[in-house]
């Protein structure tokens, strides 16, 4: 069987991966948490999954490029620097990052670059997402992901359109922008809400994760596609088949 090592072991989704790992074929080679070396893991692993923190990235990918193994990154809340260190890491080993690794997610994000591609521009694009209490980056990495494949669709980037939040006097709304806003609160697993605004009508397609189990199935089915596989940046949509 394949051994998944797990940076972010102790938390909310790496004990979600272990827990389920054996029924989907994979074998846990051991995790890493804050103060962990995570270069051993990465010497014994088939393939490794990171579901930790942004500030640790940069020393995972140091360790997955090191033993020359695989990695899946589905932390979220990184910045640019984060994303260009994954592009060299790529040069060296198989990655797939993503926000969000559940079928229904990727899936959405097709419709979305679908829906924004044939919508024109006046149609206005804003994403609402709902987490729970304990998140600490807004907007989520899905929301962030969802952004992206709307703004694709519009045959744009996301850096030249993005709209954050809205307090105060802000304006009317600039045509082309798309929005976010963000909700915390209680347990919620993850809700996202992509809305279409146009004259007189309005189109919203979205997703209610209900359990942590969908990530962790979808990083699995990941880890194992991914080991074994040449240098290179890959996505969920080709692991799942979509
Ligand atoms: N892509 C996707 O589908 C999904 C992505 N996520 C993302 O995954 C990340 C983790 O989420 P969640 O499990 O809820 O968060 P938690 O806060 O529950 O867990 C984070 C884990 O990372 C560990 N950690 C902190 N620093 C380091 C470090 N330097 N090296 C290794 N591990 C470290 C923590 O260890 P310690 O406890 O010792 O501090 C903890 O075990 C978030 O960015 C979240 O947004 C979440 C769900 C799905
Ligand atoms: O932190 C979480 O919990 C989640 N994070 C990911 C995100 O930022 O989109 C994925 C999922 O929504 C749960």
Same mark, same amino acid.
């Given at each position: 069987m394949t051994s998944i090592g797990i940076y972010?072991?102790?938390g909310r989704m790496g004990r979600a991966i272990a827990t389920i790992a054996e029924g989907e074929g994979a074998t846990v080679a051991g995790g890493v948490d804050a *103060?962990? $070396?995570p270069f051993p893991l990465a010497q014994t692993a088939d393939v490794l999954v990171d579901f930790s923190t942004p500030a640790a990235l940069e020393s995972h990918l140091a360790a997955a490029v090191a033993a020359r193994t695989p990695i899946v990154i589905g932390t979220t809340g990184l910045m640019p620097t984060h994303h260009a260190l994954i592009e060299q890491a790529a040069d060296e080993i198989a990655v797939l990052q993503t926000g969000n690794t559940s079928l229904g997610v990727t899936l959405l994000n097709i419709l979305v670059r679908e829906a924004a591609a044939r919508l *024109?521009? $006046?149609?206005d694009i804003e994403i609402a997402e709902m987490h729970h209490?304990?998140?600490?980056?807004?907007?989520?990495g899905t929301a962030l992901l969802l952004g992206e494949a709307a703004a694709a669709g519009r045959g744009t980037r996301l850096a030249e359109v993005r709209v954050d939040s809205r307090a105060g006097l802000v304006g009317a709304r600039s045509e082309g922008t798309i929005g976010f806003a963000s909700l915390r609160g209680g347990s919620v697993v993850g809700d996202h809400q992509v809305i279409f605004a146009g004259e007189g009508e309005r189109i919203e397609i979205g997703h209610r994760g209900e359990d942590r189990t969908i990530f962790a199935r979808g990083a699995l089915k990941a880890a194992l596609w991914l080991?074994?596989?040449?240098p290179g940046r890959y996505a969920m949509a080709e692991v799942l088949g979509l």
């Open positions: 972010g072991s102790n *103060g962990g $070396d *024109g521009p $006046d149609w209490r304990h998140k600490v980056d807004a907007p989520s080991a074994g596989r040449a």
